[in-house]
C-alpha cells in the first residue's frame, strides 16, 4: 500500500536516483524500485537503500562534479 496516497496498486519498477554529494553529484540509473500505479511516489526497500549508500561511500574521492553508474554493474 502506498503510504501517501493508501492506493493498494504497487508496481515493481527501475527509476534513477539523484545525489547531491559532497563531492559531485551522483546519478545511479536502473534502481529497482516499488512504484505507485495512482500517484507515481516510488519506494526503496532496505536492501536497495543499504546497496546506494554503498555506492555513495565508494564515490566520495570522484574528481568529477558529475558521476553515473548503472545500479547492475555496480551492485
Known amino acids: 500500500m502506498c503510504p501517501g496516497c493508501k492506493n493498494n496498486k504497487m508496481t515493481n519498477s527501475l527509476t534513477v536516483y539523484f545525489a547531491n554529494t559532497e563531492s559531485c553529484y551522483v546519478i545511479i540509473e536502473n534502481v529497482p524500485c516499488r512504484k505507485c500505479s495512482q500517484c507515481g511516489e ?8 543499504n546497496r546506494i549508500d554503498e555506492i555513495l561511500e565508494g564515490i566520495k574521492n ?5 558521476f553515473i553508474t548503472d545500479y547492475q554493474q555496480a551492485a
Open 42 to 49: 516510488e519506494f526503496f526497500t532496505a536492501s536497495v537503500m
Open 62 to 66: 570522484v574528481s568529477g562534479k558529475i
